[in-house]
């Protein structure tokens, strides 16, 4: 938005506070992009490390969650050295700290998950006790789903990290998000991309989020044109499942909506936080939605459904906070 001069009402300089992997570089830069042609603002970046950034030893699940990919991005806003942060949505908490807002969520990028492999073009045609990379609960009760064969070995980093161990020899073949890896022009990495009705996404994968302080009320209505309704409506779908469950990387949790005409259609699964040969517990449900409180409805029963169907129990064998 501008004011009656014709100037940008955002902060000048704008800055944005963004972690220095190459693909979190990317997404801010593209907000950056974004800003400066809307508003012909001043937008600048501050490039920070955060803990879960220089954890790479430990499981996510063991060390805090993905909530150490955002704190040191929201002291930057807290202390004025930033206005915004820009985010994959996925690794935004359920529950943001009080204070703090989504102000704008972009239109997604594919939001499935990409088989990437020198050797075997997709899951299925992985030998007997294939080693496959990834970190995540959610990818692996997946994967063990289809083949528990499978021999399933830690995988973190960046995701130039992540590509560098495959071709080293360590894995036959690793998991990773199609958004990021389209971003950054490495689809030629893609072997094949996963069906979600193989593996489903984590809720919000492929989404970018855009974190303010909620006092910061002109900046969020600047940014709130920038939202792309369907996007939104289907990633706070997904994100009231995992709020309702208490939703963190201890829980082996997908959601992901989609689109069918005026209709949302949304699908769960729930695996065992510790043993992946228990049968995943999977519920769906679809409604014509039209705003956020639609939106949640449809969380909630989805959420409903996964708790009848037999998720108590699995949630019930979550490991107890720290």
Known sequence: M?????MSTLPQPCIIATRESRLALWQAEHVRDLLQRRHGAVVELLGMTTRGDQ???RALSKVGGKGLFVKELEVALEEDRAQLAVHSLKDVPMELPEGFVLAAVLEREDPRDAWVSNHYDDVASLPQGARVGTSSLRRIVQLKAVRPDLEIHALRGN????LRKLDEGLYDGIVLAAAGLKRLGLAQRIRSVIDPAVMLPAAGQGALGIEVRADASALREALAAMTDAPTWLAVHAERAVSRALGGSCSMPLAAFAQWQGAQLHLEARLGHPEDAS????????EAAVTDTAGAEALGLAVVARLRAGGGEALLAALPVAS
């Open 278 to 285: 228990v049968a995943l517990i999977v519920a769906s449900a």
């Open 55 to 57: 954890i790479l030893d």
């Open 159 to 162: 995701l130039d990290t992540r």
């Open 2 to 6: 501008r004011d009656n001069a014709g």
